[in-house]
């Protein structure tokens, strides 16, 4: 039952209204949607409205949302403060071919709270601040290559594309992963991205050796998402960080998700600065937006007092309805309730653990902060490799998300879960009784 004693399965019907809504998008959409992470089997759920924790499905339906916008809605739906300042923002005009006050309140708020960025610029998404990161790496070096982490997803730049999510057949030597590509992907890519395994140091050390003369940038995401957020070994990027410094490779730090974890930036707890950050998702409160920062020395290169070397365009960059919606979503990003939220985060990975211990489940949590994953193994996962290869068949995650959407319960994907601030007591338990009630409906 779900957190109201209702289960929520009219999207199920033959008759739903997502189903119609499906077969009129596959008329008009490849595949019915713009953006994959929105499939589910055999059709979405389309969605009517949401407020604070909860959305509404086109058959009337409520559910709690532990997905908000795939992380970037820290403040749940529709968040008041923010629904306010927008409107006056919209009132005043949408966007100019001229700054306004909001790019520079928000910048300065960033710089002020994370120490690795001096400067940073604005843009729409965090595929084009991973892009920006990458185009400022090769300007200030002077070199072209990018090595990343196998598996890991950096949005969808061609470079950072590069083994996003290889198949078996495609990975090669453990120690020395092959660079796959898809069909999108020009083949001449594959020889400027290097590949390298999570949580092994001595294999990324001897790659990042090999090309130390040709390698811009390593690219980091300090907790992959891709990789069902493996936390990474003690050591490991502390490790990476002495080792492209010493051979004058810039690090770059994708915080696009991880950013949420703390407000002063997520490498600040291991006392590492990158050279360039890649940031997105909460900074917009709920509009499209993404930046790239780094130290002063390093944005020299998008500066055109400087004949700027990184040529750095965009209609709607740091237009003024995202900078006033992040800028508000932000300010409400205090210490505080960055703590609140992490504490909810520890709260809820803590009762899963003991949900799992009490069942002698096959499953395991990962995650930090508001971000957290429930897998279906107990496997052990240091890397993509394991992460793929020891996670049960697709059809156990899919019977399980279903019978946790019957349970009023919407999380992303294979396990990926995320709290807001609106949350509470009622949704963390809601959560904890739905994920006890779906073991209790699958069989492993
Ligand atoms: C770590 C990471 N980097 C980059 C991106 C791309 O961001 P966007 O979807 O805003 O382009 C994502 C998106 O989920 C991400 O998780």
Not at 172 to 181: K, L, N, Q, R, W
Not at 240 to 260: A, N, P, Q
Not at 357 to 363: T, Y
Request: with cysteine; glycine share 10%.
């Amino acid at each position: 039952m779900g957190f109201k004693g209702k289960e929520t399965v009219a999207y199920r019907s033959d008759s739903s209204r997502s189903k119609q809504l499906y077969e009129q998008g596959l008329k008009v959409l490849p595949g019915a949607n713009s953006r994959h992470s929105v499939t589910m089997d055999p059709y979405p759920i389309y969605v009517s409205s949401g407020s604070g924790s909860r959305i509404i499905d086109v058959e009337g339906e409520e559910r709690i949302d532990f997905i908000n916008n795939m992380t970037s809605l820290v403040h749940g739906h529709a968040h008041p403060a923010i629904v306010e300042a927008v409107k006056k923002q919209l009132e005043r005009g949408t966007a100019f071919a001229m700054p306004t006050e909001p790019e520079l309140e928000l910048a300065s708020l960033l710089v002020e709270r994370i120490d690795y960025i001096d400067k940073l610029r604005f843009c729409n998404s965090g595929t084009e601040a991973v892009m920006l990161a990458i185009k400022a790496a090769r300007a200030f070096t002077g070199k072209h290559k990018i090595a990343k982490i196998e598996g890991a997803y950096h949005g969808t730049y061609d470079y950072a594309q590069v083994s996003e999510g290889p198949g078996p057949e495609e990975w090669g030597d453990p120690s020395e992963p092959v660079s796959a590509i898809e069909p999108s992907v020009a083949p001449s890519v594959k020889s400027d991205v290097i590949v390298m395994p999570w949580n092994d140091i001595q294999a990324c050390a001897s790659i990042i050796e090999k090309h130390r003369d040709e390698l811009a940038a390593v690219l980091i995401d300090p907790l992959p998402a891709a990789l069902g957020w493996i936390p990474p070994e003690p050591g490991f990027l502390e490790s990476l960080r002495e080792i492209t410094r010493g051979y004058g490779i810039l690090l770059i730090s994708d915080e696009v998700i991880s950013f949420r974890v703390s407000y002063n930036g997520a490498l600040q707890e291991y006392g590492i600065k990158p050279d360039i950050t890649a940031l997105a998702k909460i900074i917009g409160g709920g509009f499209p937006v993404g930046a790239v920062g780094g130290s002063d020395e390093v944005m020299e290169v998008f500066d055109h007092r400087k004949g700027h070397k990184v040529h750095h365009g965009g209609t709607f960059n740091a237009n003024p309805i995202s900078m006033t919606a992040g800028l508000t979503a932000m300010k409400l990003m205090t210490p505080e309730a960055f703590d609140r939220l992490n504490e909810m985060g520890d709260h809820v990975r803590s009762r899963l653990n003991q949900l799992i211990a009490r069942r002698e489940a096959p499953a395991q949590i990962t995650g930090k902060g508001s971000l957290f994953w429930l897998h279906l193994t107990d496997k052990k996962m240091e890397n993509f490799r394991d992460f793929v290869s020891n996670g049960p068949e697709k059809s156990l995650f899919h019977s399980f998300s279903q019978e946790m959407l019957g349970h009023g319960i919407v999380y992303a994907g294979r396990g990926l879960s995320c709290l807001s601030t609106v949350m509470g007591q009622e949704e963390l338990d809601a959560y904890v009784d739905a994920v006890d009630a779906s073991l209790d409906a699958i069989s492993f």
